[in-house]
Structure formats: C-alpha cells, structure tokens
C-alpha cells in the first residue's frame, strides 16, 4: 500500500508536466532548473496581501562544497544548484515546469524538427556588462565537446544530440565548424540535430549547455576565484571560503533583474545533517534539508511533529543506489555482484533507516519518468530480480568458483561523508554479513575527493544517486555506454550501447521504450552493474516565511525567484 499511495501522489504532482512533455520539445522537463506547482514553501499571509520582508537575505546550507563552478565540468546537485543561480541557459524552466525565454527570447524549429533557430535577447548582459551573444554558446559548447578539454568533461556526451558533436569530441574530425552549432549573427544561434529530439528544447536548460565568457580562455583563475568570475545569471558568487560558506548576491547587469527579490543568499557548508537541522531550530537557517542539505533519518517521526506546517515530504523521480566497479576484483564477476544485491532487504532500509517514505528500487528508472502512453515504469515493471538470500549464496559461490577462489579479497564500501550515507552503509554491510557472511569495510570520503575516486575508477563498491537531467529515460540509459563520462562502472557491452544509438536516433517513443526495457534489462537483469536501493522523497524543513523556491519532478531546487516575507 504504501508503495501504491506513493506512486499516485507522484502521478498528481507529475500529471500536467507528462502530458505537456508528450506534446513536443517545448514542453519537457528538466532536472536542471525546472519548478513545480506541488512545491512547498510555506503557507501565506492568509486574508492578506503578502509584504516583503526588508532583509532579502536566504539563509541556506549546502551539505558539501561545490566541487567547480565551471559548466563544462559540474556533474553534482550542488554545483546545480549554485549553477542555476549564476548562469541561465537558452531557455529556463519557470515554476509551472514549462520551458520560458531564457537569453533566447524565441526559437522556432524547421518541418524536421532537427533545425532550430534562437534569437537572443539584446537584453542579456554578462556581469561585466559585456552582452551576451551567440558566439557564446558556440565558444562554451565547443569547449565541452573539444577533446583536449581537461579534465574531459563527464557531461560531453549530453551534447551528442547536435549534428557530429560526438565525432568531433572522439576526434573523429576536427574541424568545429562541422557541429551543428553556428552563430548566424550575434543575437541568432542556429542548431543542427542528428535526429529529431523531443526534449532538446528542455535541454538547453541544462547547465551543460550554458554559455561561458570568453576572457576564461586567458584565466585559469576564473571558476575559483570569485573576483574573476564573469556569469550571467541572476546571482554572482561574491564571496567563497571552501568548507564554510559562500555568498551569492543579485545581479544588477541580469536581463530580468526587476523579478529577482532577494539581495544575497548566504550557504553555509556543513555536512552534518543533525548541525542542519538545529541551525533551522535556532532560526540560522530558513530552509533545511535535501537536495543541498539533509535531515537526520532518526530525526524525522519527532520532526513531523513538531513542524506540522514546516516539515514536507515530497515524492521524487530520482534513484539512490550502490555502484560496482565492474574491472575490480571481485566484482568483475556479474554472479558476485547479483548475490550482493539479492542479500539485501530493501523494504528494512526505508523502513527502519531511512524513514521517509522512500520506495524500494528494483530498477534503474524511477516512477514518474515519461513513458510512450504512460510513465516508463507503469508499461514496464521491475522484475529484473527479487531479494533472495538463498539464492543470493547459491550465486555467490558460482561466481567465486568461476573467479577460483575459495574467499573474497577485502573489500570496502565507500561514501561521501553524510550521517544518512553511513547509516545506509552500516546497515548493508550487517546484511551481507548476516546473509552471505561477507565482512564488508565502510569508508567515508569528502565529496570532491569521492567523485573523483569515482571517476578514475579507485573504489570496489560506491554510493550514488542519479537525479535526471529531463524527464525521459534516456537521462538513466545513455549514462552506463562505453563513451559516457559517467559511467563511473566501467561497463562495456556492445549490445547495450547499440541499444541506446537506436533510441537516440528512432522517432518512433514506442519503439524507443523498448530500447530501454531492453538496456535496463542488460543493466540490471544481466549485469547487475549497479545495486539499485530505493527512489527518493525530499524531506525538508521550510521556513512559511519563504517563498518562491521551485521542486521539480526531480527533487532539484530553484531559489532564483525565491522571495522572503515579512515575518
């Protein structure tokens, strides 16, 4: 039941949203930026006429420090979040969840649909006061793509959709000029697609595709000093002091400056999720919790009750789970890697650890993520495998037999440093102990060092999530192919990368569902690549004081049109 009654609130909150992202590109949306109409921020002035409070200062906190302030590179909810408020794409996505002008005033697309046209606002100016132009967009997209770009950017292949981006980021050619990207003029930017994309309109929200200064070209300082950062967002990064703080404050030279109420916004960086939330107790904070903070787990029953109109938990399309390195021993064996998975009881992590609501995963795809006729999820099932501990042991010694082993090397179970994450962690260990008898050691890591790990491939097993960039389940497919830069688990299987070119390519979206069933099938049934855990919930704390904060269908928060009244 509790599974069902989530499910139908997603469905709600995800109605309108699913219905306009199947009419065409115009209308998806996107992890990046987007907003929703089932966001809380409070209950208003009731009877009255809202007041803005004369301090237009947000205080907020970010659990880990952003590990870069350069497009190119971000790959994490916190370099999103603080992205959003310093840049803005082509096109942004407004609280209703529907794409609006961004530094494209317009854009219209040709009979193909492979053609588009942007016409940029004259309007747009970067911090500096310089404007904002197409040859921009053309700079900062070749830089992403250029494969001399180091360290390469994980999110190169999110650009793929235009017209011979992947041969040139493969160095399969080498002239630009070949990429469907050019600058007709200053304010017109034509893009050329390699197929039809329904969603593409949406994607140029993505921070992937924001555009960047030209001067960073001659500064190697300009995406870690603050004083050196030229933007074009509503908010620049004034001030920065790594694990401490860091300050945003309005744009004056931001084309829609007239629609921004706060003046600054103050983040401090603490990731403890129990400092988080006495810090919103003493009133420090005026909202606390995920996608950039967290609340403590144990936390939750106690502050569900004294925060009957301050505490919200909202269902979201985004997957928690554990990565294996599939080119480390021993979990180059896919037997290995299902019996782990198998060993552990899901329903006792949400239940009993975790507490907010949280569905146990069996798949990669969450529910609420577009399907042909209806979500992914709801035409096609999880039944790519069941918890099983006997069958979980049975598949253990297959697999260590097959590897000529008698006992597992040490292995160790790594995090990003988070009071939830260990929590996790310590109960899956006690069950692969429990179940398989397997001694398993935890290890924490701070965010930037584990992403990197990650990255190189220097871990056996790893806690992650994914938040998806658009709402489509090519935004969980295409990141497991042998190009993409975020397939952190080394996986390489022909069948599942043509699986995914079929998909990018095909027109047909029943077709293209197959393709995923297909992949999801390779991913989780087959390989076992990743050890899906469960779908998130957002539980936050929020000031009713605090307006103008969007939540997608993501879990992703927009505080760029946030405001604060008088309280």
Not at 254 to 278: C, G, M, P, Q, R
Not at 478 to 500: C, E, H, R
Request: charged content about 25%; some cysteine.
């Amino acid at each position: 039941m509790k599974k069902q009654r989530w499910l139908v609130l997603l469905t709600l909150v995800l109605a309108v949203s699913f219905v306009l992202a199947a009419c065409g590109s115009n209308n998806n949306n996107s992890a990046a930026n987007s907003g929703n109409e089932g966001s809380n921020t409070g209950s208003s002035n009731a009877g009255g006429e809202e007041k803005l409070a004369a301090d237009q200062t947000l205080r907020i906190n970010f659990a880990a420090d952003v590990p870069t302030f350069d497009p190119a590179q971000a790959q994490d909810n916190q370099a999103h979040t603080a992205l959003n408020l310093m840049y803005e794409g082509l096109v942004r996505v407004d609280e209703n969840s529907k794409e609006v002008p961004g530094v494209a005033e317009s854009w219209k697309s040709d009979s193909t649909g492979k053609i588009y046209t942007f016409q940029l606002r004259k309007d747009a100016k970067w911090s500096n006061g310089d404007p904002v132009t197409a040859n921009d967009f053309v700079f900062a997209w070749q830089r992403v793509l250029d494969p001399k770009t180091q360290p390469a950017p994980a999110y190169a292949y999110q650009l793929y959709y235009l017209k011979n981006a992947q041969a040139y980021n493969e160095g399969k050619i080498t002239d630009f000029s070949q990429v469907g990207v050019k600058a007709v003029d200053d304010y017109t930017l034509e893009v050329t697609l390699e197929n039809t994309t329904p969603y593409f309109i949406n994607l140029t929200s993505f921070y992937t595709y924001f555009p960047v200064h030209k001067s960073v070209a001659d500064n190697d300082k300009w995406a870690t000093d603050p004083s050196t950062m030229i933007t074009n967002g509503p908010f620049t990064l004034t001030g920065l002091v790594t694990g401490q703080s860091m300050e945003f404050t309005k744009n004056p030279n931001y084309w829609d400056n007239k629609d921004i109420k706060l003046d600054k916004i103050k983040a401090t960086v603490v990731n403890s999720a129990a400092t988080e939330v006495l810090s919103y107790q003493s009133g420090e904070l005026d909202r606390a919790g995920q996608p950039n903070g967290n609340i403590p787990a144990d936390q939750i029953p106690i502050l569900k009750d004294q925060f009957k109109d301050e505490f919200h938990i909202d269902p979201v399309a985004s997957l928690y789970y554990y990565e294996f390195n599939t080119k480390a021993k021993p979990f180059d064996n896919a037997k290995i890697r299902k019996a782990f998975s198998m060993a552990i009881d899901r329903q006792s992590i949400v239940d009993n650890v975790t507490k907010a609501g949280q569905v146990p995963a069996f798949g990669l795809i969450p529910p609420g993520i577009n399907g042909a006729e209806k979500s992914f999820r709801e035409e096609y099932p999880e039944d790519y495998f069941k918890e099983d501990v006997t069958e979980a042991k049975k598949l253990l010694q297959e697999g260590m037999a097959e590897e000529g082993i008698t006992s597992l090397p040490p292995i160790t179970l790594t995090y990003n440093t988070d009071d939830n994450h260990k929590k996790i962690a310590l109960a899956v260990t006690d069950m692969w102990k429990k179940n398989l008898g397997v001694d398993v050691k935890i290890e924490n890591q701070e965010w930037g060092v584990f992403i990197k790990n990650r990255q190189s491939g220097d871990y056996q097993v790893a806690r992650a999530g994914w938040v998806p960039d658009y709402n489509d389940p090519m935004t969980f497919i295409d990141m497991w192919t042998t190009q993409s830069g975020n397939n952190d688990i080394k996986l390489n299987d022909p069948t599942y990368d043509a699986l995914v070119a079929d998909a990018y390519k095909n027109s047909d979206n029943k077709a293209r569902m197959e393709d995923f069933r297909k992949a999801e099938q390779i991913l989780i049934g087959d390989q076992m690549g990743i050890m899906p855990i469960y779908y998130y919930t957002n539980p936050a704390l929020i000031k009713p004081y605090l307006k103008g904060v969007t939540l997608d269908y993501s879990g992703s928060v927009d505080y760029s049109r946030a405001y604060l009244l008088e309280h």
